[in-house]
């Protein structure tokens, strides 16, 4: 049932037995909302009943409970759980007629067992539920009509509940703008137990072990702030959670013993000076908190689909200067990680990008228990723990929309002893992943997907991979790796030929790790056998990243800007090379190597641009530019011809389609074809343009604004903060005129 507008009754009367915080909040928000025709309060204890009608909670108290019970349509059991039993045993004596029962208790076992006292017609207008919300107060006074807002209530209907009973208790709650769930009610005890329950009963039990010392007066005296917050909780309702113990006692005391079993491996590293399992406690628990903190947030990359649309408000004009070091290169970043993990003894990287994609890589490698300290501006130190150290991860491994972590890791895991699920955003979960699966398959990989070859991945363990030749039919780092990867563990040589050269980071890295491999033209060969030594890596800036500013300086009339430490791999450089054929003016400066990548420092000066057909050849080498080079060729004098990019249509976005329909809003000639684009360079005018989730789309429109007539809003720039963490504050300091709608 949907929402509905304040002022339409959902139910006639509504009966509050137990009026509490929980109670009451739910009494008086429903009556605020004028969704009841009458609101009725029981309550044995007569000056709640008394304050309940004073303060608006309800309209009456009765004084019976069969008095209030009486022609209800909705009552809810708001009393303390171990009262619950005797509460359901009178109920059942009375004529409810069709009235919903439902109930707020955070224990669902004991309620469940409870309704057996109910007959088969009540039990099927029961819905079970629970609000997770509450205050510092308690008791009637305390009620808020706005408690449950944003906060969950799950609801564990039981196997017989009327569905129409169930939507209405859903119904009543969402009116209060609570966010809804429905569970089994065990799966609820276990999560409860060990999210709730567990951490109350630890708080109760450090206290009072901590009060019954001699000198209990000097601990709490120097107690810092971390004991107060951790202990605050020992603050509550000592026979609310009596009651809450006793009645959830099964799924407690499991957790208990779980938890006792990693207290007792902690006091063992602690015994041994064992700094290395107390580092990775450490680590995996901090980073545990803040990936799953992002999730529940809803940020940018978890699931950009449904978040709220971040728009971009692009002003024209402006110019370019200075200097500037963008991020790290995000492919060199995941690669230094998975090799990292995988070999012995420490990696120290710098210069790492801390995007949402390359965290995702950190956070599947820590599941899979490798110690990794950072990231910190910039430094990580990786633990490695050799080919065969990986463990199984607890649960699927979540790699946000970061299309790299999963085709890599695919490589990686198919040759793994334990089987593992990869799963992604709703944008990562539409992305083709038979590319990498087929060729896996082949060597010995059992890997189930979704439907036409979606993630999620399931990757069975166990498996013995015997290496292969590989043409790949179309260019692709992402396979390569994957299968490089792979061929760590086959039996045997693999060895992979492209038709086009791709970047070669892998290849770079293996052997920066002292692993041997082999590069003949355009293929690339290793044989298992042999093994990765830990080294010290530091990132260059990206050039994925640079491009955005390589284009915006070169269109932005009277720009000269100096982008610093810029990766120039030859199988990355596409974008410099058809810039300059447009007329870009670019110079490389200080050209060096550092861990086995080239490097330079790129100064770029305002140019006037000139249609060209794109070389083929150079396609691969810059395929995830080609969206900024769109918006370079809508600036350039007469017409740009790309073909041989099919690649592009299944990127984040089909890339061709989504720049070609912006292009068009701001007035520019854009004509996709089947394996490219046909744009005739002319005015940019402004309007309204929507990335589509991509964020070299979102980015690449922000560019186009320097050259606009008016203002560009660009919709859905949320995942910018996945590969380009801090884009609008570098554009800015360059000189460009795009800000977050709202904080302009």
């Known amino acids: 049932m949907s929402h509905t507008q304040a002022g339409e009754p959902l139910v006639g009367r509504l009966v509050v037995v137990g009026l509490g915080l929980i109670g009451g909040s739910f009494a008086k928000g429903l009556r605020e909302r004028g969704l009841c025709r009458e609101v009725v309060g029981f309550d044995l204890d007569i000056q709640s009943r008394q304050l309940a009608v004073e303060l608006g909670v309800v309209d009456r108290c009765a004084e019976t409970l069969e008095e209030a019970c009486r022609e209800a349509d909705v009552i809810q059991l708001a009393v303390p759980i171990l009262a619950m039993e005797r509460l359901l045993e009178t109920l059942a004596t009375f004529d409810l007629g069709d009235a919903v029962l439902t109930d707020v208790g955070s224990a669902k076992g004991n309620v469940v067992r409870c309704a057996k006292h109910l007959c088969e017609r009540m039990q099927a207008r029961f819905v079970p539920g629970h609000p997770i919300a509450g205050s510092e107060q308690s008791g009637v006074t305390a009620a808020k009509g706005s408690l449950f807002r944003r906060h969950k209530v799950i609801l564990t209907p039981l196997a017989n509940t009327d569905p129409s009973a169930l939507a209405l208790i859903d119904s009543l709650w969402r009116a209060l703008d609570a966010d809804v769930e429905h569970m089994e009610v065990e799966h609820h005890d276990e999560v409860l137990a060990a999210t709730s329950h567990l951490p109350h009963l630890l708080a109760f039990g450090l206290v009072d072990s901590l009060a019954r010392r001699h000198e209990n007066l000097e601990i709490f005296r120097y107690a810092a702030g971390g004991f107060r917050d951790f202990t605050r909780i020992a603050g509550s309702d000592p026979v609310m959670w009596h009651d809450i113990f006793l009645a959830n006692r099964e799924a407690v005391l499991r957790t208990l013993d779980t938890f006792r079993g990693d207290l007792d491996a902690l006091r063992v590293a602690v015994d041994q000076g064992d700094g290395h399992q107390l580092l990775g406690v450490f680590t995996r628990a901090r980073a545990a908190r803040e990936h799953f903190s992002k999730i529940l947030a809803r940020r940018a990359y978890v699931d950009v689909m449904h978040s709220n649309d971040l728009i971009f408000l692009a002003n024209p004009g402006g110019k370019l200067s200075g200097e500037l070091r963008v991020p790290g290169d995000k492919s060199i970043s995941h690669r230094s990680i998975m090799l990292g993990s995988l070999a012995g003894g420490v990696t120290e990287v710098e210069g790492f990008l801390e995007g949402e994609d390359a965290l995702a890589t950190i956070q599947a490698f820590r599941d899979m228990g490798v110690v990794i300290e950072g990231p910190y501006q910039g430094r990580v130190t990786v633990h490695g723990v050799g080919l065969h150290g990986l463990q199984p991860p607890p649960g699927p491994l979540y790699l946000g ?22 799963t992604g955003d709703a944008s990562l979960s539409k992305r083709p992943m038979n590319r990498v699966a087929k060729p896996l398959r082949d060597m010995g990989a059992v890997i189930e997907t979704a439907a036409e070859g979606r993630p999620p991945l399931v990757i069975r363990g166990g498996q013995r991979l015997s290496g292969m030749h590989y043409d790949m039919p179309m260019a692709s780092a992402q396979v390569k790796s994957c299968l490089l990867l792979a061929g760590l563990y086959a039996a045997g040589e693999t060895s992979i030929t492209e038709p086009a050269p791709t970047r070669d980071h892998t290849e770079r890295m293996l052997q920066g790790f002292g692993y041997p491999v082999a590069v003949e033209g355009r293929t690339a060969r290793v044989q298992s056998g042999h093994r990765l030594s830990a080294t010290q890596i530091e990132v260059p800036a990206d050039i994925s990243s640079a491009a955005f500013f390589l284009v915006a300086a070169s269109i932005a009339e009277g720009s000269e800007l100096l982008l610093q430490h810029v990766g120039i791999n030859p199988t990355r450089t596409g974008v410099i090379d058809i810039l300059r054929l447009m007329g870009a003016d670019i110079e490389l400066e200080n050209p060096r190597e550092v861990g086995g990548e080239p490097v330079a420092d790129l100064r770029v000066r305002s140019a006037q641009l000139k249609g060209i057909d794109i070389p083929e050849a150079l396609v691969p080498l810059a395929i995830d530019e080609f969206p900024v080079l769109f918006v370079a060729a809508a600036c350039a004098e007469g017409r740009t011809v790309l073909r041989g990019a099919e690649e592009l249509r299944v990127k984040e976005s089909d890339r061709i389609q989504v720049m070609a329909d912006g292009l068009q809003t701001l007035g520019v000639s854009a ?14 005018g402004g309007g309204e343009v929507w990335s589509h989730g991509d964020h070299r789309i979102a980015m690449s429109f922000s560019v186009a604004s320097l050259r606009a007539q008016s203002s560009i809003r660009i919709h859905d720039c949320a995942n910018v903060a996945t590969s380009f963490p801090n884009f609008l504050a570098l554009a800015r300091q360059a000189g460009m005129r795009v800000v977050e709608e709202g904080n302009s």
């Open 671 to 684: 004509t996709p074809t089947p394996d490219g684009i046909v744009i005739e360079g002319g005015a940019i």
């Open 401 to 422: 929309n970061s299309g790299t972590s999963m085709r890599l890791l695919a490589g990686l895991l198919a040759a793994q002893p334990f089987d593992t699920t990869l």
